[in-house]
């Protein structure tokens, strides 16, 4: 019982980490942004060429697919994304879409459409016995660079003027401009940092998740529904959701296997009708 | 302004947008020609045909309605299984098919629209998503009847009719889905421009100000939605009665998701725009993948992403206009 | 106004740019339909492969006829390969159609080649009644009935009494589970639990668990090839391998394609396959390595072989009929055909038009420090089960 | 050069309609100015023109002599626009140390000094900024915009809203910023009485157009013109 | 006979009481207008009488009927119809379809799916009526969005109009209209059928008085004052509101 909790929490987390920059566009900056898992999927095949091509430390490998995919998602914000701030919602679809596909091709194209999966040191491999609980090391190890990641989070945004300027933007972005506050910098570098995370997360999921060039449309369902039913007003809605959908797959499929397929489908449908701004927004929006 | 004078001419100018241009006209006829002209590509035209009756019932919805939907193919995959089981428990005329497959995605649609009333385009993308994904797994479980990943095979396709024989003839069987293409496109015009379609576009326009002279939104969008799916679900009848095998891939994401493209890439709300959208991106398809069978993808990627850089709402019209008036701003300096 | 022209110029040029050239006379045509782009591409690239391998080292003329191969993605869309395949047959005048990635592909295409009558070679889907669905098929693939029947008559005689199934929840999943339940069965073992895993599925967490709740000697699973890596990694994350659970399964799980990444968790699992990249023959040695080289590295897997194979049968076909194209005749040279295969000696059954072949018991082990799956056991003259249970 | 602020022509408005058709102001170094005027009569998207968020047709905006026409609204804040929105806008999941401190730049005007100015806000300093009444929410909104230690300060309706004794608080301080610091600033207001006891010049805005000015101490002597821009009954135009 | 009533209305948002226990009565036939300082619950009112929003407590009465539940297309076919402070229009149809937009449903027609928009030639010789009526005659045909604004207020207008209301909700009907064309706007609104009861909410005094025959003051969400226009121009209290001198309790 407390192992599929393990598990779960395991899961969400690391939905939780590449999702959560999905939240800030989303919900942030009002840009949907289709191409989130395409940038994750770039962060985890950064890290399998430094891996297992290269053969850099796993450790090594996962701050450079953050920086990495930072520094694309980066450019691509400063380059085709800006165009598409104040545009319709179906071309920014169109557009990301777009992008979508190209990486996927161009992934396949240089890398193969093989299934990839990076070279573990051993002593992350296995799980030992706590109190009865089965703890995986690999899921181990991503709950605890999930939570630091969380708390660095926090940090960054509660403690930094980084952060309170952001919180500005997202609070009034008209008078956060007219005080000064160069929101357009502020969503860019915003934008680049859940980019990097979504590298990160690729590349920690890719044991789980596994890579391929197909990855950002497989999972993408996954990390819009993580968006939608946190709401995207703050971290803290995405990170619970991540969660609740991490538990409730794993132990849906546990528990019922049978209709474990429908489970998220069906919790994500029963909380956007009931709740369309999301289950952990804000009351009031606006 | 003095033709404007009178009612009737005023009258005129409103239903002239529902009378025919000569450009539609002609390609109807080019339509209909290309059963004679073009039998070598009647498998393609067949299929442009099909997602352009599909993409048609998008663009009901979104272009009209103002409903983003990421999971259309809940009802195409649904009218496809529901066409096909008819056949072999019932009949084989195709017609009666369309019918029963039209009327049994218009109920779904029914019940469904129920979901998607409220919220924004996320929530509404979200919640269409979840239900063709409830879908396709509600047809992926129930493999005794629907055939699951296998695919459903074996559906009897009498002549239309009882005369007009379409199973394995290519130019018959282009001919027939033409046919219930231009039919329903017709109809699909014919709402647009009743007052029921108008009072469709004030509720995309400014649901407020639509309630507030009087127009009932929820019900006219549960009506919408409905005529919606019931399209959607003859399309996929038509792909069934016109490919041998109904399989998952009828109702999965990469379907809903290929035709909310197809109809940007055309653009929305003038009915053209699917049709458009369609033939562009499967001769794309086609063409590009027959030089580059890997990766035409990354070129359609590649396209999309321009399109979108320089296309507005009507897709791609939208750079010939932009071109065009750039042009005749530069004609007269 | 301006929209409407522009309609009607594009609708012109898209109904113009369909009239490809008619075929010349003098070339037979292999119209090869496989998914290369979509989830299923790898599939795609190993047929692509290894047919075009075929042809580099066996030329390019067979019975004084040019032989010519026309690649098409049909994204592993049924209305797509029905498509492609009328096409080819209509447009391009192919004399063979060969590819087919999964079964629906193949069952929407069986009714065209019965009517017009042009062979068709499956060199990948792998339900059984496939070939049932026109006198025009033959297969070179495998069924999957042969490797689930096989390895559950082995796992029968080897010590193994009680099984948990786990496949993934979809036609072929299902087929594989009733093959195997049906024969370990009747050969005396127990099936404590079934399970089920839907194809959307990241994790096999909960699964797994109710595997170790369970306490069988062995797991039997079954999933689409790549998502076999992940189970596996989970499987020994879990440590199950070290609770005495063993991992048995048709081939398809440990897909030699993939393989080298599994990592260490895939050693010990114990497959039944028809292939292997490790089959010590001289023939598969030759071409593993031909294949290798052509490929920047690739190793050449199951699904290789069914084009390597088919388009072989092809040749072989063509030289009977001294370059004739009439698919009777053809067909009529297929049956009953033998050869050496990299896999070792097969043939096509003249009854069923399917395939006869070995089935050999491997063993995931690391040699020189990749992983292969070595061969222990071997099941000669393997038929289809399915259709040998109907007689 | 003895102006800090001058606007010339300007035309300006949201979306289609144009609330200011064509405006011309002036604001002297050190001098601050009062603009009165009704409910919907252009005031607000005056000040909301200088920061920078309105549209703009057409005309010119020059602070201390630069032209910043074409600027960000956050470049106008740096050039030297202070600004406390009409709807005070705080930033609600900030602290009020954190509101002061997200938009600070260097200068004489710290939080601190805030602080000491508004010792209520003091005491508040870790509260959110939807936590806080709205008295202290316009002090802060003040504080804010002092911090950006500009070279004009544009007040929009202050004192809407305000219990009578905030008011006198918030009055006195506004006094010792704009008369002991010589600051330059704009106050919007529709309390006229108030306002003008803190201001050096006033001017009266009737639906987009300065149609009266004077200086303050003159137009308090003049209920009459009040009354007639800025009380109810039918304005009696000269 | 009032055309219009609230009994105890009162809406709360958590703390705030934008609307707290306004009992207004507008006459059959009146001319009222509600004026009051920023943030007075001007809109707030609106929006409750119109059924956008749902009221904590209290009635509303359109004539005899209760219409406190209805949806707000309901209340329009019970006859009350209103202008939006900003333009709430529908963007990409011409002035001719939207007046004959609401026409049709007016005359239950709208949700007809198989007749053309626009044929009943009734329907558009009144469209071109209140075209005619509101200076919108040369746009007929013009798309919405590209409208002057001038146009584009007296469109908001002619909606509301064309609804044939009883009681029409006038919100700021001059708002952000250039000089140049707002006595077009001012004439238009003089010029409403007599017959219709007009309740008009409005800053600008100009309007307020030469249009009003009694006048409601709202103070902080309460009705503060109500009377002829005589009396509210001279009554101390409003004065003091309006000019800042106000001694509030």
Known sequence: MLTILFDGIAYGMLLFVISCGLAVTLGLMNFVNLAHGAFAMLGGYCAYVLVNLYGVPFFASLPVAFMFAAMIGLLAERTLYVHFYNRSHLEQVLFTIGLVFMTSAAVDYFLGSQQRFINLPSYLQGRFDFFGIGIGKYRLLIILVCALILIVLQLILGYTRFGSRLRAAVDDQRVARGLGINVNWVFALTFAVGCGLAGLGGALGAEILSLEPHFPLKFMIYFL?????????????????????????????YYAPRYGGFVIYTIMIVVLVLRPQGLFARGTSK | MSSLDTAKDASNVMTR????????????????????LLPSQHALLTQIAIWSLFALSLDLLLGYAGIVSLGHAAYFGFGAYVAALFAINFTGEPVTGLLVAGVAAGLLGLVTSLLVLRGTDLTRLMVTLGIALVMYEIANQMSWLTGGADGLTGMPVNPVLGFFPIYFRQANSYAYVLVVLFVLFVVAKRIVHSPFGYSLRAIKGNPLRASSIGIPNNPRLIAVYTIAAAYAGIAGALLAQTT?????????FQRSADVLLMLIIGGTGYLYGGIIGSALFLVAQKFIGNITPQYWEFWIGFALVVIALFARDRGLFSIVERIAAWRKRGAKP | MLRRSFLAALAATALAAGATPAAAQETVKIGLIIPLTGPFTTTGKQLEAAAKLYMEQNGTTVAGKKIELIVRDDAGRAENTARI???????????????????????????????????????MAGTSIITERSPYIVRTSFTLGQSAVIIADWAAQNKIKKVVTLVTDYAPGHDAEKSFVDQFKSKGGEIVESLRVPIQNPDFAPFLQRVIDAKPDALYVFTPSGVGAILMKQFVERGLDKSGIRLIGPGDITDDDVLPGFGDAAVGVVTAHNYSTDHPSAKNKEYVAAFRKANAGMRPNFASVGGYDGIHLIYEALKKTGGKTDGD???????????????G???????????VQTIYIRRVEKKNGELYNVEFASFPDVKDPVKAAKK | MTEILRIMNLRAGYGEAVVLPDLSLMVERGQSLALLGRNGMGKTTLVNSIVGVTRRFSGRIMLDGNDITSLRPDQRAHAGIGWVPQERNIFKSLTVTENLTAVATPGKWDAGRVFQMFPRLGERRNNLGDQLSGGEQQMLAVGRALVLNPKLLLLDEPLEGLAPIIVDELLAALRRIIAEEKLSAILVEQNAQKILSVTDRAA?????????????????????????????GKAKRA | MNALETIGLEKRFGGIVPTNDVNLKVQEGARHALIGPNGAGKTTLINLLTGVLKPSKGRVKLGNSDITDLSPHRRVSLGMARTFQINQLFADLSPIEAITLVIGEREKLGANFWRAFGSDEKIVSETKAIARQFGLADVLHERTASLPYGKQRQLEIALAIAAKPRVLLLDEPAAGVPEAERHEILETVAALPKDVTVLLIEHDMDIVFGFADRISVLVDGKLFVEGEPKEIE???????????ERTDD
């Open chain 1, 225 to 253: 529904i993580v968006v939608s039913v946190g709401g995207t007003s703050s971290i803290t809605g995405p990170f619970l959701a991540s969660i609740l959908l991490g538990i409730g797959d794993v132990a849906g499929k």
């Open chain 2, 17 to 36: 947008k529902r009378s025919w241009h000569w450009l539609e006209y002609a390609f109807w006829l080019a339509a209909a020609a290309s059963v004679f």
């Open chain 2, 244 to 252: 041998p095998v109904v399989s998952l891939t009828y109702i999965d």
């Open chain 3, 85 to 123: 395949a009328g096409e080819l047959i209509q447009n391009d005048k192919v004399s063979f159609l060969a590819g087919f990635g999964l079964t629906p592909l193949a069952m929407a295409t069986a009714p065209i080649a019965t009517n017009s009558k042009v062979p068709m070679v499956v060199m």
């Open chain 3, 329 to 343: 005749a053809l067909l009529a040279a297929m049956k009953g055909l033998k050869w050496e295969s990299p896999r």
């Open chain 3, 345 to 355: 000696p097969i043939s096509i059954d003249p009854e069923t038009r399917d395939i």
């Open chain 4, 204 to 232: 009266i805005l009737e639906r987009g157009a300065i149609v009266h000015e004077a200086a303050s101490a003159e137009l308090r002597k003049q209920p009459r013109v009040l009354e007639n821009y800025l009380g109810v």
């Open chain 5, 234 to 244: 001279n009554d101390p209290r409003v004065r003091a509101v309006y000019l800042g």
